[in-house]
């Protein structure tokens, strides 16, 4: 594990001020709808390739394939589609594992299906044994046919609900076959140049750009790859940097996260982070919410209004930084070796329908994307537990009632009558969390509940239990009300 994150590269993307004249965007815009076109053609390809021979292949032969790019572009633009395809291929690869282990499938059919899964052989036959150790003891077994089915099965069911990426409107990653850039020593108007192949044989465009200092400051080296994107005829450039690890010496064991929106964060030590997050949110939907009416009245799509596209691209940068300064600033205040998160989940009643769907969308995205981005540069392990009743349970003493949520913001246990702000608590629990062995991430709920509740069981024996008029009208506790006996018993007092 510790080896295979070394060879995990840290990149940074940093867009640098461009200035091409129209006739340099018209050409570059020219190369990008080809490409898209032929990035789609190549895509079917591929698949072609995945049916028939279990995987794609970055150096298929497409000479024969019609485009109007050039041979250097067709080859990096089949690169791309296939790290695109491969990206996506192992979102189901996570998918499928998921499934496997919260289904109720005999343990060594399990196994069996991992392995393949494991091996992407879910279309192809490639190994006749399944091989696992465990205890260092290798176990061998014959895959049968059933096993083979039910792993295509599974494979097909979950590429039938997803959709396969799509190439219409992808940006260029270009390679140094046909972009580079370079330093402008001859005059100070620009810092760099950018060339860039058009459908033109030898006839490039060069495009100057500017400088980002903060990436140009950032410890780490330029890769010869390009983004290069037009949107309503305006250039993107971005530049591509492999980032170096940093030096990091954690003082803590571990931290907890309760995500949530007001306030963002709350750790198990206490802090609330972000109070002005569901403010500055419900302002934004307000705003979006008009703008939505307005264009619905005048039949207009919301995804051809340029406000309403620029109302969400303001929410997205929001959020983005609001987590990543947010997490920085978690990090440089404990410096955790280790962050424990629940599987992530938020969204607010007190906004709407839309505004939740794009924090789901986007929020879950931001910090999945900057806790990865933590691990790669401190070496800080993500952890993320089940969030099963996390909000309920009492991180005092355990008990889980609906009703020990007394609002967003208050908790009180029915139980041990503890007071807490309802987030904190929730950080706790997430904390405890990690060490209860039974419960996995993909535990069921009820299964969840059941283990939580004979755990208090066990730990308040007797009268140190909720008073029994409590549990009696918990619905939580009625299986296992006639397992007590009654009056309870206690070794203590009786
Ligand atoms: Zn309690």
Request: with cysteine.
């Amino acid at each position: 594990m510790k080896n295979k994150q070394k060879e995990n590269r840290i990149i940074g993307t940093y867009i640098y001020p461009s200035f091409a004249n129209k006739n340099k965007i018209y050409k570059i815009k020219a190369v990008l709808l080809e490409y898209r076109k032929t990035a789609a053609a190549i895509a079917k390809l591929q698949w072609k390739n995945f049916y028939t021979k279990g995987q794609f292949d970055k150096n298929m032969n497409i000479k024969s394939l019609q485009s109007r790019l050039t041979e250097r572009y067709k080859q990096t633009c089949q690169w791309q589609v296939v790290s695109i395809l491969e990206g996506f291929i192992s979102n189901i690869q996570q998918e499928f594992a998921k499934i496997v282990f919260s289904s109720n499938l005999p343990e060594k059919t399990k196994r069996i299906l991992l392995f393949l899964n494991s091996r992407k052989e879910w279309l192809i036959k490639k190994n006749k044994k399944a091989v696992w150790y465990e205890n260092n003891e290798k176990t061998e077994y014959e895959i049968t046919q059933e096993e083979r089915l039910l792993s295509k099965k599974i494979f097909k069911h979950i590429l039938s609900k997803w959709n396969k990426p799509r190439f219409r409107n992808i940006s260029m990653m270009l390679d140094s076959k046909v972009a580079i850039a370079e330093e402008n020593r001859k005059s100070k108007t620009f810092d760099k140049w950018i060339k860039i192949s058009t459908l033109e044989r030898n006839k490039p465009v060069f495009i100057p750009l500017k400088n980002n200092t903060y990436a140009e400051a950032v410890d780490g080296e330029f890769l010869n790859f390009y983004q290069i994107e037009v949107k309503e005829n305006k250039l993107t450039v971005r530049l591509i940097k492999e980032l170096k690890k940093k030096e990091y010496e954690p003082m803590i064991p571990e931290i907890a996260i309760d995500l949530g929106l007001d306030p963002l964060f709350a750790t198990d030590k206490g802090d609330l982070i972000g109070k002005q997050f569901l403010t500055f949110l419900t302002k934004m939907d307000e705003k979006i919410t008009r703008r939505m009416a307005y264009l619905q009245k005048n039949g207009i799509k919301p995804s051809q209004d340029t406000m309403y596209n620029k109302m969400v691209k303001n929410l997205r940068e929001f959020l983005k930084n609001e987590i990543n300064r947010f997490l920085n600033h978690i990090v440089e205040l404990y410096r955790p070796a280790r962050i424990v998160v629940e599987k992530l989940d938020f969204r607010s009643p007190e906004l709407s329908k839309r505004l939740n769907r794009l924090i789901q969308q986007f929020g879950k995205r931001y910090i999945t994307e900057k806790l990865k981005r933590l691990n790669e540069l401190y070496g800080i392990e993500i952890v993320e537990v089940n969030p099963a009743y996390t909000s309920q349970q009492c991180s005092k003493c355990g008990y889980v009632d609906k009703d020990n949520r007394k609002s967003t913001h208050e908790f009180e246990c029915k139980a041990c009558r503890y007071k807490i702000n309802a987030q904190i608590n929730g950080a706790r629990n997430i904390l405890n969390r990690r060490s209860i062995e039974d419960i996995k991430i993909h535990t069921p709920k009820k299964q969840v509940l059941k283990i939580l509740i004979e755990q208090y069981l066990e730990r308040h024996k007797g009268c140190n239990s909720a008073p029994l008029e409590v549990l009696s009208s918990n619905p939580y506790f009625s299986e296992f009300l006639d397992t007590l006996p009654i009056p309870l018993e206690c070794d203590k007092c009786l």
